[in-house]
């Protein structure tokens, strides 16, 4: 079983340079500690932060600035393009209609990244 995830989470996306904590808004929430998160706090600067610096090749400002320096990657400021919710979820645990997220839910960002959980936030609410 996974662990259900919260608020203040700790993401990390594979191309960016730092980690990011997922802010979860507390409409309509279970709260414990902090709000349960669902597949829906996918929004990004709302709830998913910029993860430092991108080196996806993917990313226009890192394309222009790496060719700009001859071919040398040239990291450039991560900003998340996030065109789907989280998947797959946890269909059996519903929070405000929407499946809730466990900590092997994977998110995809435009520019190619894989962003996943790191640390979920809590460690005493488990969901299948």
Do not use: E, H
């Amino acid at each position: 079983m996974g662990m259900c995830v919260c608020g203040g989470a700790l993401l990390s996306c594979s191309f960016g340079m730092a980690p990011s904590s997922l802010t979860v808004l507390p409409a309509n929430r279970v709260i414990n500690s902090m709000p349960v998160a669902t597949i829906m706090d996918n929004i990004p600067m709302v709830n998913i932060l910029p993860f430092g610096m991108c080196s996806s090749m993917a990313n226009p400002q890192v394309a222009a600035a790496t060719a700009a320096a001859l071919g040398v990657l040239t990291p450039m400021p991560c900003i998340p393009v996030i065109p789907a919710p989280w998947v797959p979820g946890s269909p059996t645990v519903l929070i405000a209609n929407y499946p809730a997220l466990n900590n092997s839910c994977k998110l995809m960002c435009a520019w190619a990244g894989v962003i996943q959980i790191s640390n979920p936030g809590t460690t005493n609410i488990q969901v299948p």
